[in-house]
């Protein structure tokens, strides 16, 4: 199948990437001439797992295209996906110019029929103004649908779950559309294909669930999913203070909870907060979409206000261990708001360093992936090459990223590096008895 991409940031990318990987004929097209002039000089903008390879594998067999005109990427392609930004505005809305503008450059340059398929998280009702818009600036002789497909990939394994998903979401009324979507996504759907990350996959006999819906609850799952997501990583938050005031451990309080099959045990890790380019403006759109249809969605404002807080307490637990945080010098390791993955955007360890900087600390930091994206914007730091370097007399570690480089340090070197042994550990990914006998002085979180 022919299928142009339109934007090529994390979800572009690796749409883009995966759907040449299982057979299709793939234009991604950007805008940004910088990034295009990149990927067609064979590098990858991004750090994403097995990306690198599935660019570099499917451009050499010409399967796989990038061009900076949109009409070069439409004209040949039946299917054609938007995966722009949709950046949070001041007032917590989605920016949705950038797909209002593809879609009438889609509708200006096809001169075929073509389904128009929503991949970037839009607020419910965006499919609609799509439709309108193709119908009024495209051409009369010309007919579109319009789908939406939001997409539930992670960034640090957005290959590994593109492959493998929980299910394909559809919202679209069209039979037509509906038709070359399962088609387009029959490999995944069952389960045929050569694996990039396992090479030979652990076979389920079962298909992927693919759930056709109507447009608008399509969009709306996407939004709840992400939100109640991040409920629950605040409810376990929360949950993580009160051991604090209790005495009891989040780890074991965690584990009993997560075990009820109704609740789950994932996204049960309690920690310094949740950040990343979806969770946090995803929130702040929905309270806005819920708000303008009359509901006020008291319930994620307070998931909302539970996240910030978090950096607050980081900066109380470092102050009630080292007392004046001014002039004392705190590593920082991690810096991406996850691991496996250079991303920082809305990363906690960003707000940690600026309030640490606002107390007049000395920053040093290190990660493995994210340095050179933090070294464009954030000065004012000492950048390390490694772990260690960082806890040469650091008066205080915080770990904010649990990249497992950081599981496996030799702490007894990070000890004597350091002028005083104080971690604080955002992720908990030590265990705090072997922290104390190794005589460290060590908060974690819960
Ligand atoms: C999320 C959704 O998971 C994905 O389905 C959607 O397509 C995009 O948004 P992503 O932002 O890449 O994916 O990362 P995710 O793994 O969901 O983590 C988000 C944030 O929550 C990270 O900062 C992570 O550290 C934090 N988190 C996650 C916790 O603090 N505790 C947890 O238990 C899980």
Not at 181 to 196: G, K, Q, T, V
Not at 350 to 366: N, Q
Request: net charge negative; charged share 30%; with cysteine.
């Amino acid at each position: 199948m022919d299928i142009a991409i339109i934007g090529v940031g994390y979800v572009g990318l690796v749409t883009g990437a995966c759907l040449a990987e299982i057979g299709h004929t793939v234009i991604c097209q950007d805008s940004d001439e910088l990034k295009i002039d990149m990927l067609q000089r064979g590098e990858t903008p991004i750090y994403e797992p097995h990306l690198d390879d599935l660019l570099q594998k499917n451009t050499a067999s010409g399967r796989l295209s990038f061009c900076k005109d949109i009409e070069e990427a439409v004209k040949p392609s039946e299917v054609v996906f938007i995966c722009v930004g949709t950046p949070p505005l001041d007032t917590g809305d989605a920016d949705l110019s950038a797909v209002e503008m593809v879609s009438k450059e889609i509708a200006r340059v096809s001169d075929s029929y073509k389904l128009v398929i929503e991949k970037s998280t839009v607020p419910v009702q965006t499919g609609g103004w799509v439709e309108k818009t193709l119908r009024i600036y495209g051409s009369k002789d010309i007919e579109f649908d319009v789908a939406s497909n939001p997409e539930f990939t992670r960034e640090g394994s957005a290959v590994y779950d593109f492959l493998h998903p929980d299910r394909i979401l559809i919202g679209t009324q069209s039979e037509r559309a509906r038709a070359i979507l399962r088609e387009l996504y029959a490999p995944i759907i069952h389960r045929r294909f050569n694996c990039p990350v396992h090479g030979a996959c652990p076979q389920s006999a079962e298909d992927v669930p693919f759930i056709v819906t109507d447009i608008n609850s399509a969009e709306l799952i996407k939004h709840a999913s992400n939100s109640f997501l991040a409920a629950k990583i605040s409810f376990i938050n929360a949950i993580s203070d009160i051991c604090e005031k209790t005495g009891a451990n989040i780890k074991d309080v965690s584990y009993g909870i997560g075990l009820d099959k109704r609740i789950g045990k994932d996204f049960l890790y309690a920690g310094i907060g949740f950040g990343g380019f979806c969770f946090p403006k995803d929130l702040q759109a929905f309270i806005r979409i819920a708000e303008k249809c009359g509901y006020d969605f008291k319930l994620l404002k307070e998931v909302q206000q539970i996240n910030d807080d978090r950096i607050t307490q980081v900066i109380e637990k470092a102050r009630s261990a080292l007392w004046i945080l001014k002039g004392k010098t705190i590593g920082i390791l991690g810096l991406a708001f996850k691991p496996n993955t250079d991303d920082i955007r809305f990363a906690p360890s960003l707000e940690i360093i600026k309030r640490l900087h606002d107390e007049g600390a000395i920053v040093k930091a290190y990660d493995p992936k994210a340095m050179e994206k933090t070294r464009t914007g954030l000065p004012g730091i000492e950048y390390c090459k490694d772990p260690y370097e960082v806890a040469r007399g650091a008066e205080g570690l915080v770990i904010c990223t649990e990249w497992d480089e950081f599981r496996n340090l030799d702490l007894e070197r990070i000890k004597k590096l350091m002028k005083r042994p104080f971690i604080l550990d955002g992720r908990n990914i030590y265990d705090r008895g072997k922290m104390l006998e190794w005589g460290f002085e060590y908060v974690s979180i819960g």
